[in-house]
């Protein structure tokens, strides 16, 4: 639930909309489904439906998971690319200063290779369980 308010309120940012507002005609909408269910004595039909929606909420948050593993992988290679040129030695000094808030600190280009062989060693252990 936690995660469904977040991204709502980050989908309310991002296109202009109050967070309040939107969320109350959620409710109205959900006010008026669930009026209609009750009128008509559609709670019957649940039983035919369970399955599907109990799969169809588990795509929408595995799909969550997968999108902001790719996110973060992506600020990971953003941030700490991939070293395209090997044979150039890197400069690893190891310097012992507070970082100023306008020095930009560059880590290991490894970081982003290791990154991307653990989310891809991730990906392609969890389809050897699936099968």
Request: contains cysteine.
């Amino acid at each position: 639930m936690c995660r469904y308010r977040q991204y709502l309120c980050w989908l309310c940012r991002d296109q202009g909309v109050q967070y309040l507002t939107f969320r109350f005609w959620i409710g109205m909408w959900l006010t008026t489904f669930l009026l209609l269910m009750v009128a008509f004595d559609l709670s019957a039909l649940v039983r035919y439906i369970t399955r599907f929606t109990e799969e169809s909420f588990a795509i929408l948050i595995a799909l969550i998971f997968i999108f902001e593993a790719f996110k973060k992988l992506i600020h990971i290679l953003e941030d700490d690319p991939v070293n395209l040129y090997p044979d150039v030695p890197l400069d690893h000094n190891c310097t012992c200063l507070p970082p100023t808030l306008n020095e930009h600190t560059v880590s290991s280009p490894t970081t982003a290779t290791l990154s991307s062989l653990g989310n891809y060693r991730s990906y392609f252990h969890s389809l050897k369980l699936l099968h």
